[in-house]
């Protein structure tokens, strides 16, 4: 009765981890604010959800399932998340006005990519 309880309580806040991800999903300015938003909140509510899971059928198949979910959420959600911040400075989409300092311009890997994307856009048009 108490893991049930308890549970419940982790999917509750699961919940409002995934409802304010959406929000910030429709409220903030840019990607890359709403990337954070997405990943954070989602990340978490997904993997409270999952636990409350977990909480409320124990050590079963089902169970086991729901830790293996959470795993797989925590391991691929920031690498995603970075793929999709990194594409997105690549295309060259701009921060707000609000921002006020930008990582990925002092980063020379970057440029050095930039460089590399243009040599082989030039061998394409030959």
């Given amino acids: ?3 049930e309880t308890i549970g419940l309580i982790f999917i ?4 409002l981890f ?6 910030g999903l429709i409220r903030l300015p840019d990607v890359y604010n ?6 954070k909140c989602v990340t978490f509510g997904s993997a409270g959800i999952l636990f409350g899971v977990f909480l409320m059928y124990g050590f079963t198949n089902f169970g086991f399932k729901a830790l293996i979910g959470i795993i797989f959420i925590f391991l691929t959600s ?3 998340a970075h793929a999709i911040a990194r594409a997105a ?14 990582h990925y311009a002092q980063d020379n890997e970057l440029l050095e990519e930039e460089v590399n994307l243009t040599e082989i ?4 048009h030959i």
């Avoid at 995934?18 to 929000?23: P, Q, R, T």
């Fill in 78 to 80: 920031p690498a995603a």
């Fill in 12 to 15: 509750v806040l699961g919940c």
């Fill in 89 to 102: 400075h690549i295309s060259k989409i701009k921060l707000t006005k609000e921002s006020v300092i930008d």
């Fill in 34 to 39: 709403r990337l954070q938003a997405a990943t």
């Fill in 1 to 3: 009765m108490i893991n």
């Fill in 121 to 124: 856009e030039e061998l394409e």
């Fill in 18 to 23: 995934d409802f304010f991800g959406v929000l």
